[in-house]
């Protein structure tokens, strides 16, 4: 039986920074990270660009919302930190919601809640969802 899988990412990315800076300035190593032209992590092509992630993966979309303050309540203090650094550097923020849900899967309400947006909002981050559902 198929089993629904979903990941939660929060993506620092851009073309030329180095993530062992991000690693040092938040006291967090990511879960994986890729340099501009490098081929780890890439099938077929070079990476456009450099990125530094962290990455939560769950089996069920009950309570999305606790499962991505999983990753925020490891950065939220560090908001100045990161705010400073975008500044200072050409990146991005981008926190990613993806998965597939599988029709054995109880269907549940998918919402974030008001904080969880407005931390999204006020580190400047993009948000993309990409559920499917089977």
């Known amino acids: 039986m198929l089993q629904t899988e979903v990941t939660i990412e929060f993506i620092i990315c851009g073309p030329n920074f180095n993530p062992d800076s991000v690693t040092k300035l938040l006291g967090i190593s990511p879960t994986k990270y890729t340099i501009r032209g490098s081929m780890k992590n890439c099938k077929y ?3 456009i660009e450099t990125t530094w992630c962290l990455q939560h993966c769950i089996n069920s979309l009950n309570d999305l919302d606790h499962q991505v303050r999983q990753i925020i309540d490891r950065i939220e203090n560090k908001l100045n930190i990161l705010l400073t650094f975008k500044e200072e550097n050409d990146i991005d923020f981008v926190f990613t919601i993806y ?4 029709k054995n899967e109880q269907r ?3 919402y974030l809640k008001k904080n969880t947006l407005d931390f999204i909002s006020d ?3 993009k948000l993309t969802i990409d559920i499917e559902f089977w």
């Open 123 to 125: 580190l400047g981050s």
């Open 99 to 102: 998965g597939h849900v599988y």
């Open 108 to 110: 549940s309400e998918i």
């Open 45 to 47: 092509s070079p990476a």
